[in-house]
């Protein structure tokens, strides 16, 4: 199929913002650099690397919902996520980490104090299922792409449908469901989820007898052999994951006021569908609402693949601009800049052994040469 004149013009477009960015940072680089931690020199070889990211790639890959891929290609990513599960570790930062899958889950357990509520919070975690996608293909020869799980869909069929009924949590070829229903005390219940209904291991599907190893916490030193958890919460879900907290988030014009919105703060004080996707599936007990390792529940990709999303549809709005525009605070919840100050595109990410340190301009575009990815 010829490209359509949208793809054109928004390569043409990309291009242009890269000479753009590529001005910009020569601009910042002639003014001294003030004694803050975070402004490396930068020097040719990484301009051209912030440039370059941002040139479009010609075949970007498409990442699609869950819900329209075949039963088959559904298998292959699971299967895939399996097969990562039974490969041996190689992070030596993550005492805790037995296999590949646990490598990722470690990553995010030991940054995780590092990369929430902060500026880069967006681009680390795209630059993380980057990684993880690649991992999938690469050692485990996945052909597909990282697919995403639009919740707003599905919470648009409740009540009439249960969380259970969703093609992602189907037994036969999604992820399984929610675990047995476990007491607690309502002490135990400091996060007030009051609507959770299950908090036992989960019970059909793929991941039935996957052995996760990092956490529960900020432990990632003590394996901890354990089970997959689910505590679907539906009302925490169905309140927080809906078009309306879309809409209020993605009004916000700059990167700074956008991404402060789509964090939001935590409790619920303020609709928030990054919350509603981990609490609404991980409630009170399950993996998904264990904020280190929400990664051991193989739905957070999918998850967080949506959230990337809104960022892209939200750039798409604006693009050149937008994908130059980054900010919020380098350190967690410092947003009057207390602590420190806020990120720029040369602000580094890393992801320990798992991939190379980048800086943020690397990955502001996902229609660049090392991204390469759109979403249908
Ligand atoms: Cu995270």
Redesign the pocket.
Known sequence: MAPSRNGVQGRFLALLASLFLLAAVTTAAAIPAPAADQSPALDTRSLFNIALPILPCFKPTVRKEWSKLTSKEKKAYTAAVMCLANKPSIAKSIPAAVHRYDDFTGV?NMQ?PD??FVGH?LPW?RYYLWAYEKALKEECGYKGTQPYWDWTKDAETMPGKSMSQFDIFSGVDGFGGNGPWVETTPEQNWMGINDRTGGGCVTDGPFVNMTLNVGPGADYSTRNPHCLIRDFAPEKFKDNVGQDTINEVIQHKKYEDFAWRLEGLPGWSMKNFHGGGHFGVGGLLGSMGD?NN??NDPVFYLH?ANIDRIWTQWQEKNLIPRILDMGGPIKAFDYSNQRAGNVTLAFKIGLNELAPEIPIAAVMYTRGPMLCYKYE
């Open positions: 995010h995780t990369i929430h919070f975690h904020s929400s990664p967080h």
